[in-house]
């Protein structure tokens, strides 16, 4: 697998594990009164079971086509994938301060999520940048990714 591809799937996991996060943040406004510290133990535990699940899965694919020890596959897939769980800790590291600066814990569960929503823009930003867009168009690319957070942020109120 080539450097460049390699990369694209470090990024694509950790832009994933944003996405993720940020649904289960915002399920659990589905809780009459959400525990912060609860809530970010679940996120996290979520986040790190997709994390080994789609490492797994990887290992499986590179050991049925024959690339790699499975010692090795399983090595590389779990390192690879990292940025999904890494993606995780600045919303979860807001949640947390949020909450050590005496924020409830639904205000630090809403701050966490909207980390991830301004996470996703700005990853929605940084391609149009360096793809050479007008401000416009950057500002345009980096308000559709965010949508994905605020489009839960829709189904949440739609589903309450």
Known sequence: ??????????????????????????????????????????????????????????????????????????????????PLVQAALPPLGAMALAGLFGASDKTAIDIAFWVCVVSLGAWGAIVAHREGASTARTLTAALGCAALGLALVVLKELVS
């Open 1 to 82: 697998m080539s450097e460049a591809h390699e990369r694209v799937e470090r990024l694509a996991g950790a832009i994933y594990g944003t996405i993720v996060l940020a649904g289960v943040l915002a399920a659990s406004e589905y809780d009459e009164s959400p525990e912060a510290f609860e809530t970010g133990l679940y996120a996290l535990a979520t986040v790190v079971v997709l994390w080994l699940a789609h490492a797994w899965a990887q290992t499986l694919g590179r050991r049925i086509i024959g690339v790699g020890s499975p010692r090795h596959a399983l090595r590389h897939s779990l390192a690879r994938d990292w």
